[in-house]
């Protein structure tokens, strides 16, 4: 199981700039934290995957869980991409890609998918409960190819097996 570890990463896309992960987790009416670690730059099915979460995001909200997306490139390239969406949760620049190793993101390919993301990198969703007293790592899904991602229902469903644990 992935360790919760606190990081500070650039946002580009929401006020918490710069985006420190404790800080944000220890609102107190937020229940859950969704990251999601994307590929890369050219990835289509990352940007489908924000895109039907920005379209979904109120039944987030309804649930007090939030997403923050984690972009593997630079802070540049990382607003580039996010100017083709409006998206209502943060976009953070790991440009180092220190982040996504800390949070174990899959590659693939040994060296050579270390070298580059398109080819090597493999998203990541890690579902975080806000709610205890120390935030901590509830679940975490490792896809196995680019596309192998969890659904907006299943992630909803996670974080209502979060609430229901609660009650």
Not at 16 to 31: E, I, M, T, W
Not at 44 to 58: D, G, L
Request: some cysteine; aromatic content about 8%.
């Amino acid at each position: 199981m992935v360790e919760l570890t606190d990081f500070e990463l650039p946002n580009v896309t929401t006020a918490f700039d710069p985006f420190q992960l404790l800080d944000y987790a220890a609102d107190p009416d937020r229940k859950a934290l969704v990251l999601l670690f994307l590929r890369d730059y050219h990835c289509p099915k990352c940007r489908n995957q924000v895109e039907t979460i920005a379209e979904r995001y109120e039944e987030f909200e309804a649930r007090n869980a939030d997403v923050v997306a984690v972009l593997p490139e630079p802070v540049d390239r990382t607003r580039t991409w996010a100017k083709s969406s409006e998206l209502p949760f943060p976009l953070l620049a790991d440009g180092s890609k220190t982040v996504g190793e800390q949070y174990d993101q899959p590659t693939r390919f040994g060296a050579l998918g270390g070298l580059h993301d398109m080819i090597g990198r493999m998203p990541e969703a890690v579902v975080i409960e806000a709610t205890a007293t120390e935030p901590i790592v509830d679940s975490v899904y490792r896809g196995n190819s680019p596309g192998d991602r969890p659904s907006v229902a299943e992630l909803l469903a996670r974080i209502d097996s979060i609430r229901s644990v609660e009650a």
